[in-house]
């Protein structure tokens, strides 16, 4: 009986330092994150298990990605970009997933689609007209992809990224 009493508090200690507690989010959760990190005016986009905010200030552009809970503490990634005459910003790089954020509002309002190259593939994704996105694609695992913004002709507006392989 006592030997199995010991292995009982050994598997509850183990759980509790390993941290296999729940990795979900909830809204509490999400409110937390946003007050820790002052996010309260920026731009929130979710998409499956994680959750991406976009804030946009005089110098910098931030990108947040909020991916889960561990032992209490947030999972989460925080990519900073000084601004500059550049009008795409891109951050919160994850495999599969990176955030997007524009500032030229005459590329926003002009593109109706966005082709994103990686190596020799080329995929075409709507464009929902707004500043921010997450560009989802399982062959993103670095920057190293090319993005060509459309209009409704398919004439080029604006090509962002690495050159085409």
Same mark, same amino acid.
């Given at each position: 009986?006592?030997?199995?009493?010991?292995?009982?508090? @050994?598997?509850?200690?183990?759980?509790?330092?390993? *941290?296999?507690? $729940?990795?979900?989010?909830?809204?509490?959760?999400?409110?937390? @994150?946003?007050?820790?990190?002052?996010?309260?005016?920026?731009?929130?986009?979710?998409?499956? #298990?994680?959750?991406?905010?976009?804030?946009?200030?005089?110098?910098? !552009? #931030?990108?947040? !990605?909020?991916? *889960?809970?561990? $032992?209490?503490?947030?999972? $989460?990634?925080?990519?900073?970009?000084?601004?500059?005459?550049?009008?795409?910003?891109? *951050?919160?790089? %994850?495999?599969?997933? !990176?955030?997007?954020?524009?500032?030229?509002?005459?590329?926003? %309002?002009?593109?109706?689609?966005?082709? !994103?190259?990686?190596?020799?593939? $080329? @995929?075409?994704?709507? @464009?929902?007209?707004?500043?921010?996105?997450?560009?989802?694609?399982?062959?993103?695992?670095?920057?190293?992809?090319?993005?060509?913004?459309?209009? %409704?002709?398919?004439?080029?507006?604006?090509?962002?990224?690495?050159?085409?392989?």
């Amino acid at each position: 009986m006592r030997k199995r009493t010991v292995l009982v508090l @050994f598997f509850i200690a183990w759980m509790n330092l390993t *941290g296999c507690q $729940s990795t979900t989010l909830n809204e509490a959760d999400k409110t937390k @994150f946003i007050q820790e990190n002052n996010l309260t005016s920026s731009i929130e986009l979710a998409d499956q #298990d994680r959750y991406y905010f976009f804030a946009e200030s005089a110098g910098k !552009v #931030d990108i947040y !990605v909020l991916k *889960g809970k561990k $032992s209490a503490k947030f999972i $989460s990634s925080h990519t900073e970009l000084q601004k500059n005459d550049t009008p795409i910003y891109l *951050g919160g790089l %994850d495999p599969g997933y !990176v955030g997007m954020y524009m500032t030229s509002q005459e590329i926003i %309002d002009r593109t109706k689609t966005i082709r !994103v190259k990686i190596h020799d593939e $080329s @995929f075409d994704y709507n @464009f929902p007209k707004q500043k921010a996105h997450i560009i989802k694609n399982e062959w993103i695992t670095d920057y190293g992809f090319r993005m060509t913004f459309l209009d %409704d002709a398919g004439n080029v507006i604006f090509e962002y990224g690495n050159p085409v392989f």
